[in-house]
Each structure stands twice: as C-alpha cells, then as structure tokens.
C-alpha cells in the first residue's frame, strides 16, 4: 500500500479547517505551505575513517505569532514532507496552547541505532554548523523528537555558543538540567494529557476518581500516563496497557507502578503477574472510561471507530485516529481530545525552558506544574467553547482555534 503523504494531510485537515471559518484566500493559501525551509547536506566523518554524506532538514513553517519551534528528528525514513506536516502540526499545537511562539521542525535522515555516540556527536555539531546561523532564541528553537537525546540537545548547543562566541542556552530545549533544562520536562506530555482528561471529564460530569483507562503503547508517554493519572485524578484503575508485542488486561486493575517495573524488567507488558494476554486490536475496544492511544499513528481507523466503547479517548500520539474514524467517533459520541491538544505538553515546558534561560533564572518543579496546568486547562478551555458554536468533531474545532490565532497574526503584521 502507498504510504500516505503526511504533508497532503496536513494540508487537508487545514483546508477542512479554512473552509469552515471562511479564511480568505490568500490568508488560507499562505497557511498552506511553509514560509521557509532548509535542505543541506551534512558530512560526517565515521568510525571507521569514511566521510557520509547525510541530508539534513529544517523547516520554519510560520512565524506570525513568534520564533518557530519544534524538534529535530533523526530517522531513516525522514523526508522533507514528514518535516513539513510535523512542522505544520507545530504551529497549530503552539497556537491551540497560546504561547508566543510559531512551528518549525527539523530532521536528518540517518539510522541512529547503528551510530556510535562518537558518531551521532559529530552530526549534531555538524548539524549546527550547517543551519545554526539560521536558529536561535528570536529566530527559531529546535528540541528532541524521535531517536534524539538531551545529550544531542547539549552538543548542539555548544556548538552553537562556538559559532555565536558567547552563551545562548535558549537555543534549543530540552536539555539536560546541568546545562539548562527545566524541571517537569520529563513528564510533561503525559502530565499535559491527564490535566486535558480532568477537564473533559467536568464537562462530561464523569467521576473521575472512578474511572476505567487503558494504554495503548506503554512506551515513553503512555507509563507516564499511566503512573499520572490516578495521582492527578485522585483515583482511577488502569485495566489494560499494550506495546508493540501485545497486551495485558485485568478487569480488576494492575498497579501502573509495577506494571512500569515490569516493562523495565522484561522489556515488555507480556506476562504480568496476575493480568490476562489481550490483542492490540481487542484492547482498543474494551469498554473504559479512558483510552490513551499513545503507539504509533493510524490505530483508529473507519473498521474499528464503530467499535470503540471509551467515553474519552485522549491522544498521546501523533495521528492516532483517521479522519474518517473521526467522524464516526464523533456520531458515536466519543470525546476525542486530539493529538495536538492533548500533547502539547511537551511543547510548552519547552517554552518554559526556553523562558529560565533567556532570564537565566530557574523555577521549582512546583511552579512549572503549576504554569502547565494554567496552561493545559485554557487550552481545553478554548476547544471546548469553540466546539459549543461548531457542530464538528473536536479535531477540527481545535484546528479552528489554531488556525484562527495563526490567521489573526498573519493579518495584524499585514502580510496578508
Ligand atoms: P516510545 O517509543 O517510548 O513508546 C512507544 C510505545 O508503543 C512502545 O512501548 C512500543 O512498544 C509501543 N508500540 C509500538 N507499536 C505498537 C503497536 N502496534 N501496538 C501497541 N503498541 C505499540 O515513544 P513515545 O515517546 O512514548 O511516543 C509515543 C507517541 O507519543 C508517538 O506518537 C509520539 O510522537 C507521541 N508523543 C510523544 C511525546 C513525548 O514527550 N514522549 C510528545 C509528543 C508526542
């Protein structure tokens, strides 16, 4: 089957978005495409004495309402499209939690599984020196995304403080604390996700402290929220979670703490003591409270919405649902709390991080919670009173609030 091109989504689901705010033209179509982009090439001398050329990538998609912002991934099958949607998806993810800043995302395509860290320090810095006169605190802010580190965030960083001869640590997030990180970063999109459920569930008058959930992926996202939402809903029984090898399910609940020191143990979910095997496909339609897609992309689909039986589906990941399932969860009455809304977490203990160091003054765990929180809880906030005037599937309603923002901006500074 052709993999679908991710850009010609990202533009679909904006033209759907366009469409029913009646965006003129010209707004619309400069919202269709990135306003810059960076395509160079990156040698790098290898173990074993051979120079590699790998192709590196950024996009700075739209700036109107500050400096781009948005990772940088290190993946085999990167292309500039993935970078162009991811970066798309960045600035509506910046928007929809108002924070002063527009989307970008970069990449490389390489195979870091088989570097050395020899190897991976020389692209990084490599990486800067290609495209680093074009980043920056007021320019543009990369940060980790898949298969890159904290400890890749600090050798760019470097880098980049030798190009520019003086500190700059607000040119990058997601560092490590020694050199500049913030506190909470760590948790920060799982955390994000269970503040978005809380407020879901008072708008849906559901008791929270008793609710069923479920963890499709018990990856990275998906055990933070596993261990988060019982502490920050005051209850809660996680009855299923999966990885890519299968999953467990126990109608009577599983300890998420245990079940993470299980994972650790044995490198997956499989076999935990007292739970029973349930396919990936099966566990999505459990009847729950709460489904957390937090795997990979495309897992709800037109063959299993009909069949999904949760009261909210809260999406960790990017591009859980199609948008045909969208629909129908919607007819269904499922609440989707979707992908850009739900994990914008990450993004803006990002912007805090961003924030100490441009100020050079560090705040406690307590107060990035507390800023995160505010933060979460608008966003919902805003979705949600959208969604009351437009009869559409939450998605959308949170592309029209983004996109609303980006569009505003982009006329007040007369561009268009
Ligand atoms: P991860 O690699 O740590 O975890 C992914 C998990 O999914 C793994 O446990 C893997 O075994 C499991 N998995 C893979 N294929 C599966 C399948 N077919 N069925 C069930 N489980 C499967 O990655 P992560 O960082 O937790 O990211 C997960 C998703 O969340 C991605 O879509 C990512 O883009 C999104 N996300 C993560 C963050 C973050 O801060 N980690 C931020 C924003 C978005």
Known sequence: MARLNPFAI?????????????????THELLRWPMREYRFTIPVRMDNGETRIF???????ND?????????RWHPEETIDTVRALAAWMTWKTAVVDIPLGGGKGGVTCNPKE????????LARAYI???????????DVPA??????????????????????????GMITGKPLPVGGSQGRGDATARGSVYCVREAGKVLDID????????????NAGQFAATLHPEILGGGTLIAASDSRGGVMNKDGMDPAALVRHKLETGSVLKFPGSEPISNEDLLELECDVLYPSALEGVITAKNAGDIKAKISCELANGPTTPEADKILFEKGVYVIPDFLANAGGVTVSYFEQVQNTYNYYWTLQDVYQQLDRKMTEAFGAVHEMSKRARAHNRLVAYMVAVTRVAEACKIRGWV
Do not use: C, N
Request: aromatic share 8%.
């Open 10 to 26: 990202a533009q679909q689901q904006l033209d759907e978005a366009a469409e029913r705010l009646g965006l003129d033209a010209a």
């Open 55 to 61: 192709q590196g990538y950024r996009v700075q998609y």
């Open 64 to 72: 109107a309402r500050g400096p781009t912002k948005g990772g940088l």
């Open 115 to 122: 570097m050395s860290d020899g190897e991976k320090e020389r």
């Open 129 to 139: 020196r290609a495209v680093g006169r074009e980043l920056g605190v007021h320019r």
């Open 144 to 169: 980790p995304d898949v298969y890159t580190t904290p400890q890749i965030m600090a050798w760019m960083m470097d880098e980049y403080e030798k190009l520019v001869g003086h500190s700059h640590p």
């Open 208 to 219: 929270l402290a008793k609710t069923t959930y479920v963890i499709q992926g018990f990856g």
